[in-house]
């Protein structure tokens, strides 16, 4: 059986100062990927990169372009070296979905980070003119992550943001239904509940004015049709078949759900048989190991992580 490889992207949250450094000094290409992200960006996008501070980097406005950046500069290094081999299909969770659209050939790589700018911006304002959080919740099903937003919700929007992965359901929504959420977890037998530290109601509908920016934007872009390399949508887990299409889900993906476990067993079920992680961290992996232990997942965050990959 042939192999089929998937290339799958990290997103918001995977960011860490220092991040892509050990790329930029050792390697000229991924050198050349940051200098002119920081010409495009209009800032120096690397010196937030690779010092920090870490609230700055954490801020939704830097923290998307940094993850993309340092994506796409790892994604490339790997290709031009020969190291990987090409994919049959790519994956990215939520902001991921803009690298995966880069690696397929389907954006650019200066549209898709003039995309991601103002993805962050857009969402940033969306989260300043309304009260809104986030709460991962550990240990339970998705009917009982449901009916536990039902009973904080109030009359509140609160809703399922993320399906990660076997027992890990982010929800979303107005700041006081999350707090009433995190007090109920126990109570619906929960092993746990975190208040992720994020700047707003991401995945939810209190997202619709960023949606409504990031149509512009998009309207603006060059989208090209899926060819060779398919990529799966968040907001269905089905394979993008058409640039309107892709259009429509990284729109519809800002005020809906991301059905990242989905995504995964769909790849796995379509005989997928290798997965490279590529970007900042190994949250990915992790996740996946969640889904199914026995997945061959390599991931390649670091100069180390490619050094051990071609055995130096």
Known sequence: M???IA????GQGAQVVGMGRDFYDSEPLARQIF???CKIAGYELTKTCFEGPEDKLNSTTV???AIFVTSVAILEVLKAKGIIKPANVT???SLGEYTALYAAGIISFEDGLKLVQKRGQAMQAAADASKGSMVSIIGLEQQAVEKLCEEAAQGQLLSCANFNCPGQIVITGDIDACKRALALAEKYGAMKAIEIKVAGAFHSKLMAPAAEELKKAIG???I???TDIAVIANVDAEYYQTKEQISQGLIKQLTGAVLWQKCMGKL???GVTKFYEIGPNRVLTGLMRRINRKADIVNISSAAGLNELIGV
Not at 7 to 10: E, K, N, Q, S, T
């Open 2 to 4: 042939a192999e089929k």
């Open 7 to 10: 290339y799958i992207f990290p």
């Open 35 to 37: 200098d002119k992200a």
């Open 63 to 65: 923290s998307q372009p």
């Open 91 to 93: 994956a990215g969770l």
């Open 220 to 222: 603006q872009c060059k």
């Open 224 to 226: 090209n049709n899926p």
């Open 268 to 270: 796995l079920a379509d």
